[in-house]
């Protein structure tokens, strides 16, 4: 597929998809998420990829938003559908994918680009990055799970402050928040990311979507997480990859699960 707002690259396991309408700060339209869903989807079917990092083009943004050109003349059937359509191809698919994602995020996280990166499994910054949840200053909420992602990683205090005041921060204090991981120069924040990634790919991508789907089952409705760690944790030992981690453990040599 020919993508017209993302550019979808790999390389040595990584996909990197980046956002690529600059002139716009990567603002998220329809098309776009669909193209995100795509890459994604390919992402997870190549067994050549094994994470997947999410960047912004440019030196100024992440993502600044939901597109709002294409939803202020939208009534409420319309709005419904656009915020499902960010819950189900967007954010809850990126946080449900089999395989790691990491939000590099170079500027600004704006409303759905805060959201996606939420969504994504772990979060870097660069130093110049801006976060922060507008919508109430448009008149609207978030909808692509900002108002569940928020409080689950900074707190319900803290989330709420943040939504209703529409503020932003700064890179240093979303990782005191523990909104971000890591936070480091704007040059280093690719090189940073790959040297995670790195690390990820020398363990097994069976246990490794295995504690995804672990870890998820903690925020679900209904679900009993220590119920679905059991599942998964007993799973793991029908795995190639548990044969070839134990082995090499005892034969003290280094696992190949490649
Ligand atoms: N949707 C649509 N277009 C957007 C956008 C968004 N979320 N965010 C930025 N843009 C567009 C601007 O309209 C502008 O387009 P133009 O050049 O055709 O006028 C372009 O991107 C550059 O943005 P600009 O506002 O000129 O840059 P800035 O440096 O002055 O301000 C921001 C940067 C991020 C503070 C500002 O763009 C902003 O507040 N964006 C909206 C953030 C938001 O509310 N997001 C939540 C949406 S639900």
């Known amino acids: 597929m020919n993508y017209n707002n993302i550019i979808l690259e790999s390389k040595n396991f990584i996909a990197t998809i980046i956002i690529n309408r600059p ?29 997947v990092i999410i960047t912004g083009a440019g030196d100024k943004a992440f993502i600044a938003g939901a597109d709002i050109s294409e939803f202020a003349n939208f009534e409420k059937e319309k709005g419904y559908d656009l915020s499902l359509n960010g819950h189900q191809n967007l954010c809850d698919f990126i946080e449900n994918l089999s395989k790691p994602v990491v939000a590099a995020i170079n500027g600004f996280a704006l409303g759905g680009g805060l959201e996606l990166a939420m969504s994504c499994h772990m979060r870097l910054a660069s130093d110049n990055a801006k976060m922060g949840l507008p919508e109430v200053s448009l008149g609207v909420i978030p909808g692509y799970g900002g108002t569940q992602r928020l409080p689950q990683l900074i707190g319900k205090g803290k989330a709420m402050e943040l939504i209703m005041t529409g503020g932003m921060i700064d890179a240093n204090n979303a990782l005191s928040l523990g909104l971000v991981n890591h936070v480091v120069s704007k040059e280093e924040l690719m090189e940073t990311s790959i040297k995670i990634a790195m690390k990820i790919l020398k363990n097994s991508p069976m246990a ?15 679900v009993n997480g220590y119920e679905v760690e059991r599942r998964e944790f007993s799973n793991c030992f029908q795995t190639r990859d548990f044969v070839e981690g134990t082995t090499a453990f005892l034969e003290k040599r280094k696992p190949n699960f490649n």
């Open 208 to 222: 490794i979507s295995s504690s995804i789907v672990a870890i998820n089952a903690n925020y679900k409705d209904g």
């Open 23 to 51: 002139k716009k700060l990567n603002a998220l339209n329809i098309e776009t998420i669909s193209e995100i869903n795509h890459a994604l989807s390919t992402a997870e079917k190549d067994n050549n990829i094994r994470v």
